[in-house]
């Protein structure tokens, strides 16, 4: 094809192709399709494919036209995709379309395309790598674990005392209104009958309200009390309480208190270790695992983020506004979740929105960089790494893995998702292999 194609930038991600197909071009293209309706025609008086060109035009005109039609353009927008080296990221439909029988053909496409930006230096990034260090400290503190885990609660006909385990049962109110009337999504601060609860006298520790179990120590078994609480200025749980100072009637239903087993070598073999000593051993193998790890993420985190620091080209409109209207439905879900009502979600709509269209240009550069040094790498995710993944998957959430491989085969989305998330994972494992570690002590850890 003798094709005209004029490339305009409208905006970095934002072309415009005009293109121009000389007559001569059209009418073979309409001849072609012609006769190849004219092989398959059957009209009276004629056998098939022997029908006049004539005849065979005026039977089929619109069905020749609209292939014409489809051929001419898919040839045209894929030629001058190549001739100027765009990548679309969306689907354009023609404009000002001109077809034509011994005419030119002419039409334009407003593209959004692929950003061009030049490849920053992704090898040898730095990163404070955690230097791993498993003390004895450490070791005593996870078998306590361990043996936490393994403990019995047992009832006790005394006095709530610290770190027992109490059932209550209390009606909370502000002022002698209920608390939902100032956070409707606070039934369970409200009202509740038989909920357990852990006493800890450090109300730093408690886990339900900074203060409240504390106020159930020396308190008896069956025995009410009314207890005074003000909610802490952070409250993320149910943000309307903040500094809401709330009366409580509780009641104690149970009283128990924790017993560790014995630490010997029945303990050990619970774990499947032949003695203490064994279990110490797979404790510190377990522990140096898990440090190494949580190392090399931070390393992976690192690296990604002096990656991305400097980057600064435009990204696509469309794929831009899809993430996020993604990310502004996930800030959504979290506020509510938080207590949010939809009066202040509405309120802080701007602040939503800039928090999430910046994320999702954050994203959207880190997609485009990193499938950039995947096609340099020549980094590529193999249908077994995927099987493997939807397997493993599967197998932690109790499902079952053949139905999975089946989901997946069938969901194209999914596939895409899939293969995204580890192609991903093996760019930042590239970058974290190549970059320019400074090993540093581990922090230090505060007493207990």
């Known amino acids: 094809m003798n094709l005209n194609v004029e490339l305009t930038d409208l905006e970095p991600c934002r072309k415009q192709l005009r293109f121009t197909l000389p007559a001569e071009d059209v009418d073979a293209a309409f001849g072609r399709v012609t006769n190849e309706f004219r092989k398959q025609a059957n009209l009276p008086g004629f056998r098939k494919g022997k029908a006049p060109v004539a005849k065979v035009k005026a039977q089929f005109s619109e069905q020749i036209n609209e292939r014409?039609?489809?051929?001419?353009?898919?040839?045209?927008?894929?030629?001058?995709?190549?001739?100027?080296?765009?990548?679309p990221v969306t689907s354009p439909?023609?404009?000002?379309?001109?077809?034509?029988?011994?005419?030119?053909?002419?039409f334009l496409v407003n593209i959004e395309t692929m950003p061009q930006f030049d490849l920053p230096e992704y090898k040898g990034?730095?990163?404070?790598?955690?230097?791993?260090?498993?003390?004895?400290?450490?070791?005593d503190k996870a078998i306590n674990q361990l043996r936490e885990g393994r403990a019995k609660l047992e009832d006790c006909d005394r006095a709530v005392a610290d770190n027992d385990y109490v059932t209550v049962s209390f009606i909370g109110s502000s002022e002698g209104k209920p608390l939902t009337e100032i956070s409707p999504t606070a039934r369970?601060?409200?009202?509740?009958?038989?909920?357990?609860?852990?006493?800890?006298?450090?109300?730093?520790?408690?886990?339900?309200?900074?203060?409240?179990?504390?106020?159930l120590i020396g308190l008896k078994l069956g025995n009410s009390k009314t207890i005074e609480i003000t909610f802490?200025?952070?409250?993320?749980?149910?943000?309307?309480?903040?500094?809401?100072?709330?009366?409580?009637?509780?009641?104690?239903?149970?009283?128990?208190?924790?017993?560790?087993?014995?630490?010997n070598d029945e303990f050990a073999k619970a774990w499947e270790a032949d003695s203490?000593?064994?279990?110490?051993?797979?404790?510190?193998?377990?522990?140096?695992?898990?440090?190494?790890?949580?190392?090399?993420?931070?390393?992976?985190?690192?690296?990604?983020?002096?990656?991305?620091?400097?980057?600064?080209?435009?990204?696509?409109?469309?794929?831009?506004?899809?993430?996020?209207r993604g990310m502004v439905n996930q800030i959504v879900r979290i506020r509510r979740a938080q207590g949010?009502?939809?009066?202040?979600?509405e309120a802080a709509k701007d602040q939503i929105t800039a928090d999430a269209n910046a994320a999702a240009v954050d994203n959207l550069r880190w997609h485009y960089v990193s499938r950039r040094i995947a096609e340099a790498e020549k980094i590529k995710v193999t249908s077994e790494e995927m099987m493997r993944v939807a397997?493993?998957?599967?197998?932690?959430?109790?499902?079952?893995?053949?139905?999975?491989?089946?989901?997946?085969?069938?969901?194209?989305q999914q596939q895409q998702l899939l293969h995204g998330r580890i192609l991903n994972e093996k760019v930042l494992e590239h970058l974290a292999e190549h970059a320019t570690i400074t090993e540093v002590d581990p922090p230090e850890q505060a007493e207990d």
């Open 93 to 106: 439909e023609p404009e000002e379309l001109t077809l034509n029988e011994g005419e030119p053909m002419t």
């Open 232 to 263: 802490p200025e952070e409250f993320p749980a149910q943000p309307k309480l903040q500094k809401v100072t709330a009366t409580y009637e509780v009641t104690v239903d149970k009283v128990q208190e924790k017993v560790l087993p014995e630490l």
């Open 391 to 412: 397997v493993m998957q599967a197998q932690q959430s109790g499902a079952d893995p053949q139905a999975a491989i089946k989901e997946l085969q069938e969901n194209q």
């Open 276 to 324: 203490i000593d064994k279990l110490r051993e797979g404790v510190r193998a377990d522990l140096e695992a898990n440090a190494n790890g949580e190392a090399h993420n931070g390393v992976k985190q690192q690296v990604q983020q002096s990656l991305m620091k400097d980057l600064s080209f435009a990204v696509p409109e469309t794929p831009q506004q899809q993430e996020m």
């Open 68 to 87: 014409v039609r489809g051929q001419l353009l898919d040839d045209c927008y894929q030629q001058g995709l190549k001739e100027h080296d765009l990548q």
């Open 188 to 215: 369970g601060l409200t009202e509740q009958k038989g909920m357990p609860l852990n006493v800890r006298a450090d109300e730093g520790q408690d886990n339900f309200i900074p203060g409240f179990t504390a106020q």
């Open 340 to 345: 949010e009502n939809e009066a202040d979600i």
């Open 125 to 139: 990034l730095p990163a404070d790598k955690t230097r791993v260090e498993i003390t004895e400290d450490a070791v």
